[in-house]
């Protein structure tokens, strides 16, 4: 009996401090939350960094296993 009254009050107790949140404001500026940076020249230099990084990983390991079947 205790744990479905206790249960019971934790879901409403959850359920009321989830839904007494007051809403976000309406952006003015298209974005939200401010400061509005621009990521995008950041991420494309991490992607082409990635890449260079993974295709020299990739060329190194080829390298690496024809010269152990050659010997």
């Known amino acids: ?15 009321k401090l989830s839904f007494a949140q007051p809403p976000l404001p ?4 298209g ?3 401010p400061p509005c940076v621009p990521i995008d020249g950041g991420i494309s230099f991490l992607l082409i ?17 024809t010269s152990i079947n050659n010997d």
């Open 31 to 33: 974005c939200w939350p």
């Open 26 to 29: 309406d952006p003015i500026s």
């Open 49 to 65: 960094a990635g890449a260079a990084y993974g295709g020299k990983k990739i060329y190194e390991n080829r390298k690496k296993n």
């Open 1 to 15: 009996m205790f744990k479905k009254v206790f249960y019971t009050a934790v879901l409403i107790l959850g359920a």
